[in-house]
């Protein structure tokens, strides 16, 4: 029984300090995530940053510059505030454009968002920050952003040719964000 007691006790003892070490040393349990992922998040995390939306960036010692197209309001200042915001960027060089009003391409923008609905692609549609962006400008459609596999992006790819009024579809669609 007392052999047992101090088993336990010795157990209960190690589990807290590979707990407490790190606080303890000044070490985060989690490595601490890189420049380009501080990026990442900053932008994924935008109030207004939706499915219509897709913003890219490359970086360049401390000087960060943005790329892409947007739908919602508010996104292209926002995007630059925020990415300006992150310790170690010195720089932001704006290059997102705004996407024109158009009924003809919101009607194609609302066709394929239903159609990925439809079609069992809306896991990636549905959470803040959705993982596909579904950018439409003057009938052309194109797909940015990850999937989890090659069928779905397949999938994606089939399911925009399918939608009609459109000219062009570019899937660039990659596999998985592991990289990010």
Known sequence: MKVKRILTFVIIALVIAAVAAPAIFGQSAKPPRTLDQKIFKSIAKLPNYGVYDHISFERNGDTVTLSGKVYSLGTIRAAEQAVKDI??????????????????????????????????????????????????????????????????????GVIAN??????????????GKDSI
Do not use: C, H, Q
């Open 87 to 156: 310790d170690g960027v010195g720089r932001v060089v704006n290059k997102i454009e705004m996407l024109p009003p158009s009924p003809y391409d919101d009607r194609i923008r609302r066709s394929v968002f239903r159609a990925f609905a439809e079609r069992g692609l809306s896991r990636y549609l549905w959470e803040v920050g959705p993982e596909v962006r579904i950018i439409v400008e003057n009938g052309r459609i194109t797909l940015e952003g990850y999937v989890n596999n090659s069928g779905d992006r397949d999938l994606a």
């Open 162 to 175: 399918t939608i009609p009024g459109v000219f062009e579809v570019k899937n660039n669609l990659k596999l």
